[in-house]
T-cell receptor, first 114, second 116 residues
Framework: GENVEQHPSTLSVQEGDSAVIKCTYS??????FPWYKQELGKRPQLIID?????GEKKDQRIAVTLNKTAKHFSLHITETQPEDSAVYFC?????????????FGRGTSLIVHP | NAGVMQNPRHLVRRRGQEARLRCSPM?????VYWYRQLPEEGLKFMVY????????ESGMPKERFSAEFPKEGPSILRIQQVVRGDSAAYFC??????????????FGEGSRLTVL
């Protein structure tokens, strides 16, 4: 099955700085890579995703990059704000027989200091 | 359109008791996933169900855990004879019908189980 590694586990930045979270995956058949944000005590929510036929995707202050050859993908947050503080999870989805079961990384706790 | 509804939000059980967690998917969604989240860990896949069918239960412990998604009513995750190690947040997620499945999951607020 798929295995997703995520680094770092904790990331502390000053407001206005950039933050980068990196993930690697093991199964070359994975073709969909979502990122979820989970605020303390809340549900995980999708913030951005990327498919394997695209190398980069941007949405305002958030961008994701994907390197299929190296099997790694990254989340970039620019001009961080205190409300960006949360746990971020990457995931890889391998379409197995029509089933779409995301495999998640262990999460990165992002702390943005005002 | 109501989101994914989970209940109870918090559940306390003593060792040996049973825990039942319920999940109603978003309207129009027929795929349900259960994940377990332990402190300082990620979301661990447990089981994937469609109406009246278990599609993939590769993440479910072999004993004490079971899940169902009946034709009518919510999906239920059942844990028998709970032990302290079962204490965790259990998240349910749903996704649309397979014809439009993008892989995106819509999560509920989670059910936090504490075993004393």
């Amino acid at each position: 099955g798929e295995n997703v590694e995520q680094h770092p586990s904790t990331l502390s930045v000053q407001e206005g700085d950039s933050a980068v979270i990196k993930c690697t995956y093991s199964d070359s058949a994975s073709n969909y890579f979502p990122w979820y944000k989970q605020e303390l005590g809340k549900r995980p929510q999708l913030i951005i995703d990327i498919r394997s036929n695209v190398g980069e995707k941007k949405d305002q202050r958030i961008a994701v990059t994907l390197n299929k050859t190296a099997k790694h993908f990254s989340l970039h947050i620019t001009e961080t704000q205190p409300e960006d503080s949360a746990v971020y999870f990457c995931a890889a989805v391998e379409p197995s027989g029509g089933s779409y079961i995301p495999t998640f990384g262990r999460g990165t706790s992002l702390i943005v200091h005002p | 359109n109501a989101g994914v509804m989970q209940n109870p939000r918090h559940l306390v059980r003593r060792r040996g008791q049973e825990a039942r967690l319920r999940c109603s998917p978003m309207k129009g969604h027929s795929h349900v996933y259960w994940y377990r989240q332990l402190p300082e860990e990620g979301l661990k896949f447990m089981v994937y169900l469609q109406k009246e069918n278990i599609i993939d239960e590769s993440g479910m412990p072999k004993e004490r855990f079971s899940a169902e998604f009946p034709k009518e009513g919510p999906s239920i995750l059942r844990i028998q004879q709970v032990v302290r190690g079962d204490s965790a947040a259990y998240f349910c997620a749903s996704s649309p019908n397979s014809g439009s499945n993008t892989g995106e999951l819509f999560f509920g607020e989670g059910s936090r189980l504490t075993v004393l």
